[in-house]
């Protein structure tokens, strides 16, 4: 890597664990933890994300009936309409929705099993995409990102090590024979490292073994000595958050 980016990076990361601990302070002297754990992701996000973004709770629907599960974090984009109150759980549309995050204090095995069920329930959503939708990406990030949404689940503490969070859901999406694009996309655990879903190998997101060879399926990511969690997680998602354009408003579907 570049010796001028990589300082760069290194500032960003500083940063972004500095802005994390002060949203994190301030929710913690606000008394309930409950939802906080919530609020502390979303507010971080919105802090980097531009203001195209909006981030409420709630479920996503889509306009054949399908609905998901509770959804602790939902980014919509600039096409979802204005009818949905991000103060409070709501009822998003997937053709608006540009990505949802699962937030768990502490990771065990029934609660990773739990999100995995809530993941490939929202990935089940199909988004009506007329002919008048245009995006500019490769065939495998379209396929994963934009006929489906990415899906993620971020975790302050966990009792699973990396490999064992790995092992369950390679043997979770064995089990119900999901396809790439219906398997959960990442996992940032703060307290041991990340986990990137490289599908094929062939999205924007690539990772070159020592073999010369691009990568295919999970891939860990441990947690090092700089700590960079949460640096991974937002070049993460500028790498899956797809942008598209459309002139026709989405909520057409649901009305006609």
Known sequence: MNKKVEEKLNRFH?????????IREQFEHSGSKGTNGENIVRDFLKYYFSPQYQFGNGE???????????????FTNKYHPCISDYNKPSIFFIEGVSCCCEVKF??????LNKSLRNCEKFKALEPKLDG??????????????????PYFLFCYES??????????????SSQHNLEIESQIDGIFLMDRGS??????????LRHVGSDARMVSGLLNNPKGKDDRVLHSLIIWLNCVIMQFDTIIPIIRSYLF
């Open 14 to 22: 500083k940063e972004l664990e500095s802005k994390f601990e002060d």
């Open 60 to 74: 996503v629907i889509d306009s054949k009936g399908n609905q998901s599960g509770q959804i602790d974090i939902v």
């Open 132 to 149: 008048i939708t245009t995006t500019c990406t490769n065939k495998e990030d379209l396929k994963r990102f934009v006929h489906k949404r």
């Open 195 to 204: 986990i990137y879903n490289l599908g094929n190998g062939q999205g924007s």
């Open 106 to 111: 502490l990771l065990t095995s029934s609660e």
């Open 159 to 172: 009792q699973l090590t990396l490999d064992t969070v790995n092992k369950n859901i390679t043997n979770y």
